[in-house]
């Protein structure tokens, strides 16, 4: 099947599983994960693997769009309200889910090596399949607010910390003779990675902010902040940085220096539910429902502690800074959902540690199925049990508390 109508199919069969997920009373990402494992290689195979490497730019994209709007949230203001008690709570969970996680997988006779990275890819939560619930039920509130925040923070912390950890791992395991040059290597690729992310992004922030008064009408609006996403994405490729934090620098940076960032908040949004739904396609498209039968009680005990490490971090963190109950509440089961930054890391682990790279994967991308079915229905019962889901879907699972 040819690229073009590849995007056609995965497109028609996105809007066919979005009605279907909504008459079975299923959040729509749901619906868009479950059809691309079904038409993905472990399915019908009518998107294949040849496909899925071809379409790549479109999920870069989209994730590109989601960061660049979760950027469109760190308004000063509402950084200054919410942002340190935000950050506390991420660490929290995160830290709880690496913790957790790490000690698990060492109980269960995991590597030392292997356990710190299954721990480090259990912190993330998956920024687009969360936005993406917020979106489709138009959630708004306290709990809203501070998982936005929480979202960009988390993989911020996810990728400084995959950095770390990975550079450690890399220096342990070199003769000492090179062990200089290679932590001088690592050190200059860590740092790079952050701040010129950063800076590139801030850089293009800025361009938007000048550009932004000379747009007129929506329609240029659209094409402006789509263009610079685009060229923050791919610009970010070439110079070997971090998508994730070029795009949401750029959304901080704008949001913070124009009073327009609503409209192309707006616009943008009107342009994007294509590109968002070819996302969870082909994210879903990725999972291999076979390898659920590889979780043994390994893979048991990550998704149990990952889960654990995330809710009770939260929890104990809103406690602590006296966040309302609401907060206390339901914070932490909004966070399970884990999906495309938790593949990259994977990735990234085959091409530097081989020896460990099936046991980690193997772990990784069996829970990532579980937690992008759970994780987003998890979500939805928050949000209405929170109040804060404006479109109300009446189904045995959001019962009011």
């Known amino acids: 099947m040819n690229e073009i109508l ?88 995160a830290g709880g889910a690496f913790v957790a996680v790490t000690l698990t997988a060492l109980y269960f006779g995991a590597p030392g090596p292997a356990a710190l990275l299954m721990g480090t890819i259990a912190m993330e939560t998956a920024p687009a399949t969360t936005l993406m619930v917020l979106r489709e039920y138009d959630a708004r509130g306290a709990l809203t607010d501070v998982l936005t925040t ?62 932004s008064r000379r747009a007129r009408e929506s329609g240029e609006a659209m094409i402006l902040g789509i263009g610079m996403v685009l060229v923050a994405v791919g610009g970010a490729r070439w110079m070997e940085l971090s998508p994730l934090f070029v795009t949401l620098a750029m959304g901080a940076t704008m949001v913070n220096g124009t009073n327009r960032s609503d409209e192309f908040r707006e616009a943008i949004g009107k342009a994007d539910p294509p590109l968002y739904a070819a996302f969870f396609v082909l994210a879903g498209a990725e999972l291999q429902p076979s390898v659920l039968a590889t979780l043994g009680m390994l893979g048991f005990g990550y998704a149990l502690a990952r889960s654990l490490g995330k809710i009770v971090g939260a929890r104990l963190a809103a406690e602590r800074i006296g966040l309302p109950p609401v907060l206390k509440r339901y914070l932490g089961i909004c966070l399970l959902s884990s999906s495309s930054l938790a593949i990259g890391l994977t990735i990234q682990v085959r091409d530097q540690f081989p020896d460990y790279a099936g046991l980690v994967t193997g772990v990784v991308l069996a829970s990532v199925i579980v937690f ?20 109300v879907p009446k189904s045995p699972f959001t019962a009011e508390a």
């Open 6 to 93: 590849s995007v056609g199919v995965i497109l028609l069969c996105a809007l066919a599983a979005g009605h279907l997920a909504q008459v079975v009373r299923l959040p729509e990402v749901t619906g868009y994960l479950l059809i691309g494992a079904a038409i993905g290689p472990a399915g019908l195979d009518l998107v294949s693997q040849d496909d899925r490497q071809t379409l790549q730019f479109l999920s870069e994209v989209a994730l590109g769009l989601i960061l660049f709007s979760i950027g469109l949230v760190f308004e000063a203001s509402a950084v200054r309200r919410i942002g340190r008690q935000a950050a506390m709570v991420t660490v929290a969970e």
């Open 150 to 211: 929480l979202l960009a923070l988390n993989n911020m912390l996810v990728l400084v910390t995959f950095g770390i950890v990975t550079a450690i791992l890399t220096m342990m395991q070199q003769p000492p003779e090179g062990f200089f040059a290679l932590a001088y290597a690592s050190l200059y690729s860590l740092v790079w990675g952050v701040v010129g992310s950063l800076a590139w992004g801030a850089i293009l922030g800025v361009a938007l902010q000048n550009w």
């Open 372 to 391: 992008e079915v759970l994780g987003p229905l998890a979500t939805r019962l928050a949000l209405v049990r929170a109040g804060e889901a404006t479109v």
